[in-house]
């Protein structure tokens, strides 16, 4: 009885209430206007340079690149025209020392023969046709534009954007240190070494794979004016959407299509109400948020992502194991525990281990609906080394960790909520009745059970949404917005270049310019670099 009373205590303080959620989704709606408005915000509304989106009619054979951590991916995609695709692809690891080689250039020339590589495998007649590239830069290519291959490159590094194709690496991550590339255009660093081996392929877009479940949603759900939305739900968390140019107040350096009068916008929401404005906060936050590397930043994410779910179920599971009130995974003889044993955990589980329970148990927990929840514990043995634990304990576990999971779900539904209604679709009589598409992919919305529907429940308490209009929000999975995505990214920004005026001398002009930036480390001239 002491062990139901204590773990109820600790779920309603995971409880966020119908009340919570709409003041949420106030808050969002005032910090993504504010991001709108100027930088340096919780919410930092980024700009993609993206302006528009596909609606599944698109054709075409298009090319993606995945730079996202220690493997490289190539891909080509090939669209048909009717919501459908054929995808080839290929990964290699990076190797170690090329993550911290001196020059920018080993680790860029590495992922150029890759691509040379992929082009003789998958597509050798292609490559074949145009292997002999003019000796002129009369033209930006050196091919007939419509024989080059436009690819988006996937670069999951933080780089300041300032255009659909360029952007300046701020810094790296993920155990690559090349001190050489910052600063630099990533995309160029890639051209660079691409037309070096005289490949038919243009860089054509820098992309964020939370647009790319944008675009990937959008070309392949039905529907006139695809989706909204594109979010990961997964190991962290983030989403990007369509605003109106008009309500984009900060300034905006570079060029981008205007006819549009739209473009996607990257929110980078897991910094959301950094404040603690709205967000809840149990002791089990707080403690997690001091053990990580970015106390005080991203908030949001803390409380959703699957990343840090496990860890708060964790930290809540061990303060009950220390309650001296009650008998949590331990027993004083075996008649207290249903399988006629006595519950131990093994002194090196997991479970004592700072980020050592991992949000998949929480899956196994609310997936089991077996009478003795055998499922569960069966899992706690195999992979926290709880051996025997009683069914008391179990339902203790579970509710603590389905807790977890709905408030996360519940924080979910803030974000979509907010962006549907900054579009104004809702109430749009051109809109009217039509299904409001937002793509999604990540672990939590394909393998956590009833994620998704707690998000729908959610939704449906929420003011200017409502029943009817959380049953026209259609949340479907949006997979590989690194391939697919990149993909059709690259294909909007063809568009673009077809709708620009076209200028040689600008041309000239910056393939000057960006050789002399690129090759400044090296020690040669602008034009020794644009010879090379």
């Known amino acids: ?78 669209l048909n025209g009717d919501g459908t695709f054929n995808l080839t692809s290929a990964k290699v690891p990076i190797p170690k020392e090329l993550m911290v080689a001196k020059t920018a250039q080993e680790l860029f020339g590495f992922l150029a023969h890759q691509i040379e590589q992929f082009l003789e495998t998958h597509h050798g007649d292609q490559f074949e046709k145009h292997i002999r590239r003019r000796k002129t830069v009369s033209s930006p290519n050196g091919f007939r534009d419509e024989n080059v291959f436009r690819m988006g490159f996937t670069f999951s590094f933080p780089v300041q954007q300032i255009g659909i194709n360029k952007g300046t690496l701020i810094r790296w991550t993920k155990g690559f240190d090349i001190p050489d590339a910052i600063g630099k255009d990533v995309c160029a660093l890639l051209q660079n070494e691409i037309d070096k081996l005289h490949l038919p392929v243009r860089v054509a877009a820098l992309v964020n794979d939370t647009v790319g479940t944008l675009m990937a949603r959008s ?208 109430d749009d009589p051109v809109h009217k009745d039509e299904p409001i598409d937002i793509g999604v992919d990540g672990s939590l919305v394909e393998h956590y059970p009833y994620f998704t529907e707690m998000i729908y429940e959610a939704l449906r308490i929420i003011d200017g949404v409502g029943e009817a209009g959380a049953n026209r929000i259609r949340i479907g999975i949006a997979k590989d917005g690194s391939g697919v995505g990149a993909a059709l990214i690259a294909l909007v920004a063809a568009g673009m270049e077809k709708n620009a005026p076209t200028n040689h001398s600008d041309y000239v002009g910056e393939l000057r310019k960006t050789a002399h930036i690129n090759s400044a480390a090296s020690g040669k001239t602008s034009e020794e670099a644009a010879a090379d």
């Not at 709108?36 to 075409?60: F, M, R």
């Not at 329970?357 to 709880?386: F, K, W, Y």
Request: charge should be negative.
């Open 1 to 78: 009885m002491a062990l139901a009373q204590e773990t109820k205590a600790i779920v309603a303080q995971f409880e966020y209430s119908d009340d919570d959620v709409n003041k949420g989704v106030k808050e969002f709606l005032r910090q993504m206007d504010e991001g709108l408005e100027k930088d340096g915000t919780s919410l930092s509304q980024i700009p993609t340079y993206v302006t528009a989106v596909p609606n599944g009619t698109e054709k075409g054979l298009y090319m993606a690149v995945d730079l996202g951590g220690t493997n490289f991916r190539v891909c080509s995609i090939k």
């Open 219 to 426: 070309y392949g759900s039905p529907g006139e004016h695809g989706a909204v939305l594109g979010a990961i739900f997964g190991t962290g968390t983030n989403g990007a959407y369509v605003e109106k140019l008009s309500k984009l107040k900060k300034p905006l350096t570079g060029d981008y299509d205007k006819s549009t009068g739209q473009m996607v916008i990257n929110t980078e929401w897991g910094s959301f109400d950094n404040q603690l404005n709205v967000l809840p906060n149990t002791p089990w936050d707080v403690a997690l948020d001091k053990s990580t590397v970015n106390p005080g930043l991203q908030m949001y994410e803390k409380r959703v992502s699957g990343m840090f779910l496990g860890e708060i179920l964790r930290l809540a599971v061990n303060d009950l194991i220390k309650n001296p009130k009650v008998s949590f995974f331990k027993d004083e003889n075996s008649s207290s525990n249903d399988w006629r044993s006595t519950t131990d955990i093994d002194a090196n589980s997991s479970l004592y281990k700072p980020w050592g329970l991992d949000t998949s148990i929480m899956s196994l927990a609310a997936g089991d609906n077996t009478p003795a929840l055998s499922v569960l514990r069966q899992g706690l043995e195999s992979t926290l080394q709880i051996y025997t634990p009683a069914y008391e304990d179990a339902q203790a576990f579970k509710a603590i960790s389905s807790a977890i999971g709905r408030r996360a779900a519940r924080l979910s539904a803030i974000a979509i909520a907010a962006i549907v209604l900054q579009t104004g679709k809702l």
